[in-house]
């Protein structure tokens, strides 16, 4: 998704402008975005949620098909009423940078700085049109803040999310599962490598391993990961990737976890 990522500085870039147009052509081969419990219930109503090894986070899986983004629709609209968040502060990014080096925002911890990088190369950049990224006097303009505030929100929230993985883990509730998606007229595929909550497993925990997980205040995770695996047979991924096979009936499925 990002090409050309640099340092945001008012002399490099102040005659960078944001392009507002409503299409995510930029996201198209994204297939897992990562999410923070703020977004879980609005998340759940529309994309699986899944573990992916290897990442601190959860994340929406947002397709199934190699560089298919299953939200995006032909014309870069997005699918879904709600976008992640981790889309919608595109073309900005953050990463963290030794403290006291120049350019950094600072923290809650002193230990750490962020510094606000930018996609110069982004499809919704200009230099001829659209709305500053910065002000005359060199302050961010107010695009710019709300992409920074979200940057921010997320960088707080992502810390805490993570312990919520880490209890959910901890409680042996993750377990690996595989996507069989069916598609009119070809052969059976397998996704592997899908880390989901253990429903099983989940039922079988004891109370005072269910009561610890829950102090942990991860249960809103564990429940809108198992609600969110609707979204595997339904909404995009489920209506624009795959067909069910021939004779398989009007509404089947065409994707099934095993």
Known sequence: MFKSLAPLKFSDHSDLRFLQRQDYSFARSELITPIVIDEIADVAREYPIIFPKGSALPVALLGVQRDSNAYIGPTGGWRAAYIPAHIRHYPLAVTRIPAGEEGGAASSDEAVRFAVLIDVDSPLISRLEGDPVFEDDGSPSAIAQQKMQLLNTL????????RLVAAIEAA????????????EGEEDRQVTGLRVID?????????????KLRSTGALPLVYASLLSWANFRQGPIGKSHMQPKPGAGTGAPGAFMN
């Open 155 to 162: 960088q707080s929230r992502a810390g805490i999310t993570q």
């Open 172 to 183: 042996g509730l993750l377990i690996e599962r595989s996507i069989r998606i069916t598609i």
């Open 199 to 211: 429903e099983a497993a989940m039922n079988k925990l004891d109370d005072a391993a269910f009561n």
